[in-house]
Antibody, heavy 121, light 111 residues
C-alpha cells in the first residue's frame, strides 16, 4: 500500500522560506507511471493546487505562486520537497503531498495526511 | 481564486439522494478535461471518490457517481449515510493555468 508522509517545521517566520518534504513508502518515486504534487488548504478555505512534477522532471506551477515556489525530488531517499520563499500569513495552511495517477489530465489518487504550517513571528 | 464553482453546502436526510454541482468554463471542463471528485474529512487526507468523470477506485461504494455535461459536472450520492458528512471537492485541468484546479468545495450535512 502506497503511503505518503509530509514533514517539516510547523512554524515559519514571515519573509523566511517554508520547506517541506514528502516521504513515499510502498512504491518507487522514480516510476515513470506516476507523478507527484503539492496542494494546500488555508484555514477555513478550500483546496488550492500548488505544483505538479511529472515523471520526466517537467513541472507545472500555480501561476499565483510560481515566483516563490520550487519543487524538487531526491530519488535516493524516495522523497520530494517543496520550498515556498518569502512567506506571509497568507501561506498559513495545511499542506498535502499527493501522487498523480497520470500525466495527461491528471488526478490525485494517494494523499498524505497533511501538515499544518503556521506563518507567524 | 478557484475557477470551478460549487455550492457551499447541501443537505439531506439519511437514505436520500443529493447532488453537488461543479461549474467550470471552456478552459477546463468545457475543453474536454475530465472531472474528478474527492471527499475530505477534517484532519484526514482527502480521498479520491471518482476519476475520469465516472470511474470509482476500488473500495468506493457505488452510491457515489459522477457525471459531466458541457462546462459542468455533478457528483450524486444516493442512499445518504451519516458517514457521508464531509467536504467534497471537484478537480479538473485548466489549459489557461496549465495546471490542476479544484472546486470551491461543498459541505454535505446529513440531517
Amino acid at each position: 500500500q502506497l503511503q505518503l508522509q509530509e514533514s517539516g517545521p510547523g512554524l515559519v517566520k514571515p519573509s523566511e522560506t517554508l520547506s517541506l518534504t514528502c516521504t513515499v513508502s510502498g512504491g518507487s518515486i522514480s516510476s515513470s507511471a506516476y507523478s507527484w504534487g503539492w496542494i494546500r488548504q488555508p484555514p477555513g478555505k478550500g483546496l488550492e493546487w500548488i505544483v505538479n512534477m511529472y515523471y520526466d522532471a517537467s513541472t507545472h506551477y500555480n501561476p499565483s505562486l510560481q515566483s516563490r515556489v520550487t519543487i524538487s525530488v531526491d530519488t535516493s531517499k524516495n522523497q520530494f520537497s517543496l520550498k515556498v520563499r518569502s512567506v506571509t500569513a497568507a501561506d498559513t495552511a495545511e499542506y498535502y503531498c499527493a501522487r498523480l495517477a497520470r500525466t495527461v489530465d491528471p488526478y490525485f489518487d494517494y494523499w498524505g495526511q497533511g501538515i499544518l504550517v503556521t506563518v507567524s513571528s | 481564486q478557484s475557477v470551478l464553482t460549487q455550492p457551499p453546502s447541501v443537505s439531506g436526510a439519511p437514505g436520500q439522494r443529493v447532488t453537488i454541482s461543479c461549474t467550470g468554463s471552456t478552459s477546463n471542463i468545457g475543453a474536454g478535461y475530465d472531472v474528478h471528485w474527492y471527499q475530505h474529512l477534517p484532519g484526514t487526507a482527502p480521498k479520491l471518490l471518482t476519476f475520469g468523470n465516472n470511474n470509482r477506485p476500488s473500495g468506493v461504494p457505488d452510491r457515489f457517481s459522477g457525471s459531466k455535461s458541457g462546462t459542468s459536472a455533478s457528483l450524486a450520492i444516493t442512499g445518504l449515510q451519516a458517514e457521508d458528512e464531509a467536504d467534497y471537492y471537484c478537480q479538473s485541468y485548466d489549459n489557461n493555468l496549465n495546471g490542476s484546479v479544484f472546486g470551491t468545495g461543498t459541505k454535505v450535512t446529513v440531517l
